[in-house]
């Protein structure tokens, strides 16, 4: 009942920018942790940013600098704002999410991905 929707992939030049959202949506008491992650072809999937519903957010290494998570809380949307894209960064990326059904618990849901591709 619980759905993780993302939008804003699509396709751009290197140096440029795009900005992704992820909206929960269902039954559920509150979201906790939001997150991007992301999967390229031939590549394990790997973290890309994160933030708590405190605001408290980590990057990865690699785009620490270009890239910015935000949230609302009250539309229970994350964001990625992705500027100074590089061909590096070309891969599906996913909105994961901590959903707690009642206080006290959690899990983890995933979205069905959205397609960035990034041109040299």
């Known amino acids: 009942q619980v759905q993780l929707v993302e939008s804003g992939g699509g396709l751009v030049q290197a140096g440029g920018s795009l900005r992704l959202s992820c909206e929960a949506s269902?039954?559920?008491?509150?979201?906790?942790?939001m997150g991007w992650y992301r999967q390229a072809p031939g590549k394990q999937r790997e973290l890309v940013a994160n933030?708590?519903?405190?605001?408290?957010?980590n990057y990865a290494d690699s785009v620490k600098g270009r890239f910015t998570i935000s949230r609302d809380n009250a539309k229970n949307t994350v964001y990625l704002q992705m500027n100074t894209l590089k061909p590096e960064d070309t891969a599906v990326y996913y909105c994961?999410?901590?959903?707690?059904?009642?206080?006290?618990?959690?899990?983890?849901?995933w979205g069905q991905g959205t397609q960035v591709t990034v041109s040299s």
């Open positions: 994961n999410a901590d959903i707690s059904p009642f206080a006290g618990a959690y899990y983890s849901r």
């Open positions: 269902g039954n559920f008491f509150s979201v906790n942790r």
């Open positions: 933030i708590t519903s405190g605001g408290s957010t």
